[in-house]
Structures are given as C-alpha cells and as structure tokens.
C-alpha cells in the first residue's frame, strides 16, 4: 500500500490524472479586454445573455465598457465592470506562468488549479500570465483541459509559450494578438510574443511601449535574463528588445519559461554595457515560472550561456528561489509594490513571502 500512495502521489505532481471528459453545455467562460470593452469567450453550444437581453455570439460576444454589465453564460453569472478611462486610479493584479503538466495528453499541471486560485484568492483586476498553458499546444484536448480551470472574470492576459506552439492558442483568442497593449489607470501592459518570428514584431514592441504612462510594464515568456535552465537571451532578442526597453524606461518585464522566481537589479544595457542602476532608473527584470509541474531549486544550470554574462548574472541576481509562487502587485500613480507569494499547493513549506520589492515615481502624472 505504501508504494502505491507513493506512484499516485508522483503521478499527482508530475500532472498524470487524466484530464475529465468534456462537460456537455457552455464551459470554459473568459474574458479578455478589447480597445474599449470586453469580449466574452466560451467553448460548447448556446448563447449569452447581456443586461437580460439574449446575445448570439457562436462562443464570442463584445460589450462596451461604458457601462457596466451583468452576463450569463451557461449557467456562469459575472459582472464586467465599466472601463475605467482615469489614470488617477489604483490597480492589483497577479503575475504566474508555466502551468503546463510535464508530459503529452494532459494540459495544464495538477498544481495550476491550485495556485490560480490562491492567486485568484488576492481578488485582482487581471492576472497576467507569462506562457506555457498546456504541455502540447497541437493537442485540442489539452487545451480544453486547460480551459475548464478558467473563470470568466477576472481577465486573463497571456503571452504563447514555446509548449503553447501550434493553431489553438490564437484560435481561442487566449491572448489579444501577438503584440498587445492594455492602458489601464496608471499603468500600461504591454504583451510581446517571444515565440512569434520575434524580429519583425520588435517594431510593432516598440510602438506599443512609446505610449505614455506613468507606469510600464512588459510581459513575455522567454527571459531577457536567468540563471534558469535555459538562462538569459534563450531567443537571442537581447541586442534588440533591450535598447527598445531602455528607450522607454520600462519599468518591470516579466518572463516565464525558466520555473523559478528570480528579480534582478534594475538596470539598463545589455552586454558589456549592462550596469545596475539605482531603483526608479532602471527596468527591474523578473522571471515566475512558479506554477509549473516542477520547478527548478537552483541557479546557475543552464548550459550554453558565455560565462560572462553568466559572471554578470549572477552578480545583477537579488533573490532567486525555486517555490511554486505567484507574483501580486499593487500600482498607484505615485508608487508600485510586488510580492512574490510562496503558495500552499506544491510546496512542502507553507504559504509565505518570497520577496517584496518596490518604486516609486519621481513626477507622477496624478498627484494625491
């Protein structure tokens, strides 16, 4: 009997369970922003009802956000509130990423339900997600696993991992479009496909990242820098992305791929050229792959990287840690605070702070 707890429990957290059969009905509920409004996705048959007006949408209704609105999908009920059009207001959100299961046929791990809804738990107003949703991104039933772990509110913000390649990621609108901005009060995002032929979609990077704000944030699955086991510049974007970073003095990005936690000293170059700065005049970069099958409990392994820049990582590195985690971070016009949260699903150690850092702005756009 002992043996077989042990199988089943390996089993458990390499993500082997089975996926369930697909419900009958409407499931899988999202919702993604649009320029103005919201678009509501679902998989399965019916129709949505918007402010008690029934709405065909074929598995795809759009609102405005004037106004709020409460809708119904199935039997899933939800509010969307209005899009707000202040950048004087405060946000929350939640950063997580690599939530894939560690073999074909299964999708998402059997830790992700977990850690999404300790992060969820935190009530956000999205939640950003840095890529690798399913382990086969070819698999269509990966993907519908994947889906059924999805609330229809908050938002989900995700960029394609290398495990998301293949016709379903963009075929289910899982993010707005390989490159993506959302200004939302003081704080622009700014989505970037790594795995999307990346040179010619640095113009567009660019463009996105030029639009004022008093806050900037860019989110990408493969990392500008890492002690992870792929380590830093694992696209050979670095020469290019980190020039058009500095330009527009980003002040975090966040990255996946690597299944760890680790923040790096603000900075700016890249290269010989890659100093730290002092906070607030430099871009702080930071790799959370922690809602992965397994993680990866130290640096320094990643085979392939010239040693000096693995030199240079390792002394820009300020916290690394291999918990399964999520990110949370609270913006205000004049201040920006991230906590990276150790979670109770996946860590022998109980839920706890990994790290806490923070700025501040110097001229904010709003004054309180």
């Known amino acids: 009997m002992g ?11 390499i993500g082997c369970a089975a996926p369930p059969d697909v419900p009958a009905g409407v499931w899988g509920v999202r919702t993604l922003p649009t320029q103005s409004g919201w678009a509501v996705r679902w998989a399965g048959g019916g129709s949505a009802t918007v402010d008690g007006e029934r709405r065909l949408g074929d598995g795809l209704i759009e609102v405005d956000g004037a106004r709020g609105h409460r809708v119904a999908v199935g039997d899933q009920v939800f509010d969307l509130p209005p899009r707000s059009t202040s950048p ?73 991992g290398n495990h998301d390649r293949g016709p379903h990621f963009e075929s289910l609108g899982l993010s707005p479009k390989e490159v993506f901005s959302w200004r939302i009060g003081p704080l622009l995002v700014v989505g970037f496909d790594s795995e999307a032929g990346a040179p010619q979609r640095l113009a567009e990077v660019d463009a996105a990242l030029a639009a004022p704000a008093p806050w900037k944030i860019l989110i990408m699955h493969r990392p500008v820098w890492s002690r992870g086991n792929h380590g830093s510049d694992s696209s050979g974007l670095n020469a290019h992305l980190v020039p058009i970073i500095d330009r527009h003095g980003v002040d975090l990005v966040f990255s996946g791929h690597d299944h760890h936690y680790e923040r790096f000293c603000p900075s700016r170059g890249h290269g010989e050229l890659r100093r730290c700065t002092a906070p607030g005049e430099g871009t702080v970069y930071v790799v959370t792959g922690g809602a992965a099958t397994f993680t990866n409990p130290m640096p320094g392994v990643a085979r392939g990287v010239a040693l000096a820049v693995a030199a240079a990582d390792a002394e820009a590195s300020q916290v690394f840690s291999g918990a399964h985690h999520f990110v949370e971070v609270a913006v205000t016009p004049t201040s920006l605070v991230a906590r990276a949260r150790r979670t109770r699903t996946g860590n022998l150690r109980p839920a706890g702070e990994l790290d806490r850092f923070s700025l501040r702005r110097r001229a904010p756009e709003c004054r309180r």
């Open 88 to 160: 004087c207001g405060d946000v929350r959100f939640v950063v997580l990423g690599d939530g894939r299961a560690a073999i074909d046929g299964v999708g998402p791990s059997a830790y992700w339900p977990g850690i999404l809804a300790e992060a969820l738990a935190h009530e956000p107003d999205f939640v950003l997600n840095t890529g690798d949703l399913v382990k086969n991104g070819h698999d269509r039933g990966e993907w519908d696993a994947f889906l059924r772990t999805l609330p229809p509110w908050p938002p989900m913000l995700s960029v394609r």
């Open 3 to 13: 043996r077989l707890m042990w199988v089943v429990a390996v089993a458990a957290a």
